[in-house]
Structures are given as structure tokens and as C-alpha cells.
């Protein structure tokens, strides 16, 4: 059924779906709406044999998805930003136990300095954590990653992260096709857990290992990465048949056959980037895009694949590690076995600063050029970055830089105005 909705409803009407059995979650910008709307549906007892509960925290909610999984419940909850760094320890544990927990990250920004709007830095900062994690390019496709999700989680015993940009897809109103609950109870079996918590056969989890064992553990761990590499397509197939949409998947070629640029990506972003390739496309330029979904497991056969007969890559992404540059870069480039291109670096986006077609324009023709430095800040305002390294050159006390910048801007648009 196709809906005008906003995309926070959109996907608490598939994990509604889904029938879920524990709803555990604190509310936390961009993330509220998806769990409010969740907690007025289980209210209206539209989501049957359904606990909503409450809890005081973040790290209180992924602690109640740890209990309410390892019993064999169907399980979700949701967060953002600091809520995700609040429960990390928590976060871990999940996957450590090999617990099928499906949980929706609104992408923000993480402080200090504190900031709302929406870049990739939460949920990448738990790349290491044992986690699957698939980015949404649209409200469509994170309403089937739900519904996906369940099923990966399950069939490994893993637990997994959908991202979506908050605010972007979060609180934007878009056509959504809304499954019937036949279609989702075809692709999606009841829970039959891998493992479980039993009062008649009790066990011990979350033992703890020492040197003779860990690092076997943790092979196992990314063992079943691995093989979420092979069932991550197979479900995307098995969607398709279903529901009649392509949607998840590995990654998202688009006009890449015979690119000679290829921009790569994740998230919302995608759709700026393709909107701007068409336009140069229509120009005569050899430029496509390789939208990531699968950030977790990476899928380096598969970026491999896409960008072989390219001259160039540039890898555009809202998030970087400081001290060293980009993070889905190094990933691609771990993908450049035996292949000789040029790569660049384009940090863009962070704490929501808006990534328009014009900048898109003038960067990938640089690109083109190879007129790119390795790392690029997109639309960094040396002006205001030159003033504040000055001002700690010339005094110690300079006070917090995160300030000092914000009374320059807001003297500099005073000026202009």
C-alpha cells in the first residue's frame, strides 16, 4: 500500500510488521518518533503479544534487548549519537553473545561540541563492535532493511544496525509501499532462536575467556561476518521475489559500466550524488556511483568488482577519523588489490552541513582532472580555521576553539547582512 508518511513512521510500521515480541528503548533525537510511534501502536494493541518497556537509559535499553534476546524474544530497539556511545559497552556484549537484536540508528552527529544534525560519526564509531551494519539511501529502502534485518539477525545469531540519516529520511515525508502482513509473514519465519536462555536446561553466557581461547572467539565472530557477506545478497533475492522491490544488497552501482570516475558513498547522500552525475552524464562525462549498503560486513570482492575498470575513485563520506582522514576510504582502498587508480578523500557533511550539486559539480570535475589533493574537506572555511590557529599562535588562554568559531561566524554573517 503506497503512503505519504514521514520516514521515522514508515519504519515503525515495518518493524511492527515484523512481530516483534520486546520493544526496549530511550528516546533521543533524531530516533523519538520511530519509538513513539512504535509504543502508541503497542498501546493500541495493534502489535500483538507485544512488551513495550520503558527503561531509564541507553545502556539500560540494549541491557533489556541483551536479557529479552538471550530468552528467545524477538527483540528491537533504536538510538542516536551520544545515546549509542552511552550503551557501547552494552553494544558490545550484544554481539559477543551472539544475540539477534535488530536496532535502528538515526545517524547524528557525536560531541563535544554538542550537535543534533545528522553525519555518519555514531554508528561508525562502532565499525569494530561485532555488529552488522547496512546504510538506508531512502525511507524505502530503510522500511525493507527492517524487515531484512530481522531475518539476517536471526539466521546468524547476530545482531544488526539499520542507519538512516536522521532528520534526512528520519523526519522527511515520502511515498513509502507499506507490505501487507501476508508478504512480510512469507519473507520473515517466526523466531525460531539459535540459541536461548531455558529454566528446564540453564547455562552460563558471557563466560569469561582467557589467552587460550579469546582469539578464537573472535575469529568466530568474524567468521559469521563472512557469512553475512553470501546471505546478505541471497535475502536481497529472496526480498525481490516477495516483494517485487530490489532493495538491500551489498552494493548499489549506478551508471558505473563505464565510468571512468566512480563516487563512492553511503546513506542519503546517494541521491544528491546520482541527481549530479545524471547532470554531468548528460554533458558527456564518464562518471558513476557505488552506493555502500553493507558497511559491516565490507563487501571488498564486491567494491572491487565496480570500480576495476575505473580511472579514479573518490570516496565521499560524512564522517573521519581524526589524526589520519578517512574511514570508508581505507576500506576501499583495502579493496585496490592489484589495481592501480587514483583514490581521493572528500569529508563533506559533518554535523549536517548541507552538500549541494553545485560544490558535487566543482569536486568531481577536479576529480576528473586529477586536480584533487588526497584528503578534501568540502566547503571548509579556511578563513575561520586560519583566525582561531592564529589566535592559540599568538595567545596561550585562546579559551575553547568550538566557541571562539562561533562568535567569528556569527560576526561574519553580522557584517555581510
Known amino acids: 500500500m503506497l503512503k505519504q508518511m514521514e ?20 528516546p533521543i533525537s533524531p530516533q523519538t518518533h520511530i519509538v513513539e510511534g512504535i509504543g502508541e501502536m503497542v498501546k493500541a494493541g495493534e502489535i500483538v503479544n507485544c512488551e513495550f518497556i520503558n527503561v531509564e537509559s541507553e545502556f539500560a535499553a540494549m541491557s533489556v534487548a541483551i536479557g529479552s534476546s538471550a530468552t528467545g524474544a524477538r527483540t528491537y530497539t533504536a538510538t542516536a549519537s551520544q545515546g549509542l556511545l552511552f550503551m557501547v559497552e552494552a553494544v558490545y556484549n550484544a554481539s559477543g553473545l551472539g544475540l539477534p537484536i535488530v536496532m ?61 540519516d536522521g ?5 522527511a515525508y515520502e511515498r513509502v509501499d507499506i507490505p501487507t502482513q501476508e508478504q512480510v509473514d512469507a519473507f520473515l519465519p517466526p523466531y ?54 530490489d532493495s538491500g544488497g551489498l552494493v548499489r552501482p549506478y551508471r558505473t559500466e563505464d565510468a571512468e ?33 553493507s558497511f559491516r560486513p565490507f ?10 575498470h575505473a580511472k579514479r575513485v573518490v570516496v565521499l563520506e560524512k564522517t573521519f577519523a581524526v589524526g589520519i582522514g578517512g574511514i570508508l576510504a581505507t576500506d576501499v582502498r583495502t579493496a585496490f588489490f592489484g589495481i592501480q587508480m587514483n583514490a581521493y578523500t572528500v569529508i563533506a557533511g559533518l554535523g549536517g552541513r548541507p552538500i549541494t550539486k553545485t ?16 584528503l578534501t574537506f ?16 599568538q595567545k596561550r588562554r585562546s579559551g575553547p576553539a568550538a566557541e571562539n568559531i562561533l562568535r567569528d561566524v556569527s560576526s561574519t554573517a553580522a557584517h555581510i547582512s
Open 299 to 308: 563487501p571488498l570482492d564486491a567494491v572491487r568488482q565496480a570500480i576495476k
Open 359 to 374: 560544490a558535487l559539480h566543482e569536486l568531481f570535475e577536479k576529480a576528473g582532472r586529477d586536480d584533487l589533493i588526497p
Open 104 to 164: 535502528t540508528v538515526a545517524n547524528r552527529a557525536i560531541g563535544a561540541p554538542i550537535n543534533i544534525w545528522n553525519d555518519h560519526s555514531d554508528s561508525i564509531s562502532q565499525r569494530d563492535s561485532g555488529w552488522i551494519q547496512l546504510f538506508a539511501e531512502t525511507n524505502q529502502e530503510a522500511l525493507d532493511l527492517h524487515i531484512q534485518a530481522f531475518k539476517l539477525a536471526e539466521e546468524l545469531s547476530l545482531p544488526v544496525m539499520i542507519c538512516m
Open 167 to 171: 532528520f534526512i529520511l528520519t523526519h
Open 261 to 293: 570516475t566512480i563516487v563512492i558513498a553511503m546513506g542519503s547522500l546517494l541521491g544528491t550524488i546520482k541527481d549530479t552525475v545524471d547532470e554531468m552524464r548528460d554533458a558527456g562525462v564518464k562518471i558513476g556511483v557505488l552506493g555502500i549498503t
Open 192 to 245: 525460531e532462536p539459535r540459541q536461548v536462555l531455558d529454566t528446564h536446561a540453564p547455562v552460563s553466557i558471557g563466560a569469561m575467556v582467557g589467552p587460550e581461547a579469546f582469539t578464537e572467539v573472535r575469529y568466530l565472530a568474524h567468521e559469521k561476518q563472512m557469512q553475512a557477506l553470501e546471505l546478505i545478497p541471497k535475502m536481497a533475492e529472496e526480498f525481490m521475489a516477495i516483494f517485487g522491490r
Open 7 to 26: 520516514g521515522s513512521h514508515a519504519v515503525a510500521q515495518a518493524v511492527a510488521l515484523c512481530r516483534p515480541e520486546i520493544i526496549c528503548a530511550y
Open 378 to 393: 568540502l566547503d571548509l572555511d579556511w578563513n575561520v580555521v586560519n583566525k582561531q590557529l592564529a589566535r592559540e599562535r
